[in-house]
């Protein structure tokens, strides 16, 4: 099993930037790919961003290419979700997630309790 923890969500205005962090525990060589997901209020979850944990390759949804940027540290099996030039449409709560397969934006078993991030306008 593995356990995932989430940080850094917060209240911003319109323009900033937040960095959130999610730390892995447990059975982390299981993991292949580690991504990020958001829930908007009335809404359902929708992919955000993914990495491979081995290679470092990465994969963003459209609405935030260019203004994302997913990242880990292996060492500290940490992955992390730098957030720029966040829009109000950017408020949810973040979903941190785990993956034994392949799928960039599907498929994960492992998740975390999610982190509220709020932009105002």
């Known amino acids: 099993q593995v356990h995932l923890v989430e940080s850094g969500g917060g209240l911003v205005q319109a323009g900033g930037s937040l960095r959130l962090s999610c730390a892995a525990s447990g059975r982390t060589s299981s993991i292949y790919n580690m991504g990020w997901f958001r829930q908007a209020p009335g809404k359902e979850r929708e992919f955000v961003a993914a990495?491979?944990?081995?290679?470092?390759?990465?994969y963003y949804a459209d609405s935030v290419k260019g203004r994302f940027t997913i990242s880990r540290d292996n060492a500290k099996n940490t992955e992390y979700l730098q957030m720029n030039s966040l829009k109000p449409e950017d408020t949810a709560v973040y979903y941190c997630a785990g993956s034994r397969g392949g799928a960039w934006s599907s498929g994960y078993q492992y998740w975390g309790q999610g982190t509220q991030v709020t932009v105002s306008s």
């Open positions: 990495i491979r944990w081995g290679s470092g390759s990465t």
